[in-house]
Every structure is written in C-alpha cells, then in structure tokens.
C-alpha cells in the first residue's frame, strides 16, 4: 500500500527484485491510496513486473492492503510498508520459515532503523502505564521506566524466533489459512494504526502463533507517508487506541485494573494533545517551533 511515497516506493520495489532467489515466483501488489506525486505512473514505467492497483480515495492502511489482500490464492502474503525494503534473500528465509512452521499464522521479520539499530517491530500488549510513559514528557522525566520498555520488549535481544503478542504491520506475513479463519484487516475501525494489533489478537483468539523472526530483514524508515500529515496522524493513532480498547473490551478485563478504565480515554487524548504541543513548542535555547520535521521516531509513529 503506497500513498505519495515515490521515491521510498522505488527504493522497496528494487529490494524486492534481490528477495528472492526466484522472483518470477513471487507476485507484488502495489495499491495506489490516491497519491497526488506521481507513485503510480513511476510503478507502470519502471516495474511492468508489478500488479498496480490505482483507487481512486484514500482508504488508510487497513482499506488499501485489504485490496491487495482480496482472493488471496498464494500460500502467503507479506504486508509491506513504501518505506521498508527487504535485504537479499529476505523473502526466500521468511518463507522457508514459515513452510516449516505450520502453526504460524503471523510472522514478522527482524526489523532495523536506517542507521542499523533495532526497530521494535513485536511486541507485548498495551497497557495504560505504557500509555503514559510512551512518547510524552513523563518518558522523558523517566526513560528507563519499565512500562514502557516491557511494552517494547527492550528486554529481548531481537535474536532468536519467539512467540510474542502482536508484531507491527510495516513488514508482516500471513498464512492463507490463517487469513481464511481470521478475514482481513479491520478497514471499519482502523483507517491507520492498531491494525495490526487486532490482527494478531484475532490471530491469537484463532488458535494461531504470531512468531518473530530474525533470520529475515526488512529496513523501515517509518513515517514516510504519515509524517506529511504528523498532527492528523497523532489524532488517528489515539483514535485507533481507543477503538481497539473498545473492541477488546473484554480482554483488557484483567489487564486494566477497574479503577483506571474511566480513565482510558481521556488518558489516550491527554497523551495525544500533549505530543501535538510537543511538535509546536518553541525551544528556550534556539528559539525556534520544532513543528513541521520532526525526528522520525516522534513523529506519528505507533
């Protein structure tokens, strides 16, 4: 799924021609969320090997992988954001991977920022003390705080396959079978983020393993698309927060204590208005809004 990403775009169709050991075996799907940049027309005349859907509105990322996703007929189908690209050999390991796991129905590369680090691609579920570590001031106040680096797994050396709660959406392979029990993406209630929660809750719920796997790498940029519109996405994040708590009401039961759900909500929209102030606030030191770039990892990601 692309939305005006053209250069991005380009970068991850060409690391998948080097994906695989035989790419004449593997079909890539490009659907064109209404991007105004020209990413569709530089699809048909640089990759005529790939399948390109144009539509006409901006369906979010639940909506438009859903497109990509409909009659699925191949054994697998990878998810994979504009902004990733996939090193040599990636896809031949995840499926191999995956041809000799049966019971997994999810399964999530190893996936790494530009400069190499470890991007937290799988993690444990949300809870409300995460919430309100992650990407506010009080995480600042304290960043070693254990909510949030539970939530993120930063106890996991990101080195061996593991079963995990729920992996990110931006490079994420699903079974067909598994994608037969569980149907697509929840398009009705996620335009953007928490997808791939619900997916693999679903998954869960299913009887499916979600496994990580590192012998698989996928390079993420984050933010290619949502950073031209970083204050909406924020707003669409928390909205998707609270969506997915509605949803799974009854599985936050024993995992949110009674006395803090009434403040859930407000939490999740606290947490939102602050990181808005925290684009627009003007720096003491230089004088200057830090507005408009930010640094990708405080921009509208998950």
Request: aromatic share 8%.
């Amino acid at each position: 799924m692309s939305w005006n990403t053209q250069d991005d775009l380009r970068e991850c169709l060409c690391s998948l021609r080097t994906g695989s050991s035989d790419p004449a075996c593997i079909e890539t799907v490009v659907v064109d969320n209404a991007s105004s940049d020209g990413s569709p027309d530089m699809v048909e005349r640089e990759f005529p090997e790939v399948r390109l859907i144009r539509l006409s509105e901006n369906t979010g990322f639940s909506g438009g992988n859903n497109v990509a996703l409909d009659g699925l007929t191949a054994p697998y189908a990878l998810l994979l954001n504009s902004d990733a690209t996939v090193h040599p050999g990636a896809l031949d390991a995840l499926i191999d991977f995956a041809d000799k796991t049966p019971d997994a129905g999810l399964i999530g590369p190893k996936v790494l920022n530009p400069d190499g680090t470890i991007q937290y691609s799988c993690r444990r579920w949300p809870t409300f003390a995460a919430g309100m570590y992650r990407n506010v001031y009080l995480g600042r106040l304290f960043p070693n705080n254990r909510p949030a680096a539970d939530y993120l797994m930063q106890d996991f050396d990101h080195a061996s396959v593991r079963d995990v709660d729920w992996l990110s959406g931006c490079a994420l392979l699903i079974r067909r079978d598994c994608y037969e029990k569980i149907g697509g993406l929840d398009a009705e209630t996620f335009f953007m983020y928490c997808e791939d929660m619900d997916w693999s809750l679903r998954a869960h719920e299913a009887g499916w393993r979600v496994v990580y796997f590192p012998g698989a790498l996928v390079t993420h940029a984050i933010g290619g698309s949502s950073d031209r519109v970083a204050d909406r996405m924020i707003a669409e994040h928390s909205r998707s927060m609270w969506r997915f708590y509605k949803k799974h009401r009854a599985f936050f039961r024993d995992r949110v204590p009674a006395a803090l759900r009434p403040l859930v909500l407000p939490g999740i929209a606290l947490r939102a208005a602050v990181r808005i102030a925290r684009r627009h606030t003007v720096n003491p030191v230089l004088g200057l809004v830090r507005g408009g770039k930010t640094k990708k990892a405080e921009g509208a990601h998950r």
